[in-house]
């Protein structure tokens, strides 16, 4: 069956650092990945997405590769910023059914 | 375009009493989804409607939870009698499915339900 694993959390980083937020899957055919991310108080919002292996998905400094060969999705980011404290979900959208698989989000504080 | 849409944005109510969380999905879209999300179980899918039918009610949780969809821009999400339990924020999230992938799905900004 389809499934998501991301890192548990929660992730806290100084300002300007590095980040990594890391997701795996289990899919059979050729799932659809995304991000999402959810700022405290509000709904999920898309954050970025690949349809097909080695696609790059990219939207606000976020980045994350579409790698079939380790099945993986991992979500990264050069320079953090206070803003973008938030929780971020890994998600996989499968043909059949159309249904989401969600990981269980990682949270992420941003210290100045 | 408007978002998705849900209405209350908070509720607050006492055990035993009707729940109804309602939601307009956004025009166009023919997938509309129910989750629940707490923070000991995150995120839950509900119910998902494709077309205005139903296609999996699986994660519906007992009988006291029901869902409807009478016209592509409506949806209801229905708990008798509520319970402490059922204490969570819910979300609707509507995505558009043609024939040959899928897309993403876009979320509202929740209903918080306190059964008290």
């Given at each position: ?10 992730v806290t980083?100084s300002?300007?650092a590095?980040?990594t ?30 349809t097909?292996?080695?696609d790059k998905?990219s939207?606000k400094?976020?980045e994350a ?27 996989l959208?499968g043909?059949?059914?159309n249904?989401?698989y969600f ?9 100045p | ?5 849900q209405?209350?944005r ?8 009707e729940v109804t969380?309602?939601?307009?999905p ?7 989804f ?10 839950e899918?509900l119910?998902?409607?494709n077309?205005?039918?139903?296609i999996d ?6 009988d006291?939870f029901?869902a ?12 008798q ?8 924020v ?5 995505s558009?499915?043609?024939?040959t ?16």
């Amino acid at each position: 069956g389809n499934s998501v694993t991301q890192m548990e959390g929660p992730v806290t980083l100084s300002e300007e650092a590095f980040l990594t937020i890391n997701c795996t899957y289990t899919a059979t055919g050729y799932p659809s990945l995304f991000w999402y991310v959810q700022y405290p108080g509000e709904g999920l919002q898309l954050l970025l997405k690949a349809t097909k292996a080695d696609d790059k998905g990219s939207n606000k400094g976020f980045e994350a590769t579409y790698r079939k060969e380790t099945t993986s999705f991992h979500l990264e980011k050069g320079s953090v910023q206070v803003s973008d404290s938030a929780v971020y979900f890994c998600a996989l959208s499968g043909w059949t059914g159309n249904q989401f698989y969600f990981g269980t989000g990682t949270s992420l504080t941003v210290i100045p | 375009d408007a978002g998705v849409i849900q209405s209350p944005r908070h509720e607050v109510t006492e055990m035993g009493q009707e729940v109804t969380l309602r939601c307009k999905p956004i025009s166009g879209h023919n997938s509309l989804f129910w989750y629940r999300q707490t923070m000991m179980r995150g995120l839950e899918l509900l119910i998902y409607f494709n077309n205005n039918v139903p296609i999996d009610d699986s994660g519906m949780p007992e009988d006291r939870f029901s869902a409807k969809m009478p016209n592509a821009s409506f949806s209801t999400l229905k708990i008798q009698p509520s319970e402490p339990r059922d204490s969570a924020v819910y979300f609707c999230a509507s995505s558009l499915r043609p024939d040959t992938s899928t897309y993403e799905q876009y979320f509202g900004p929740g209903t918080r339900l306190t059964v008290t």
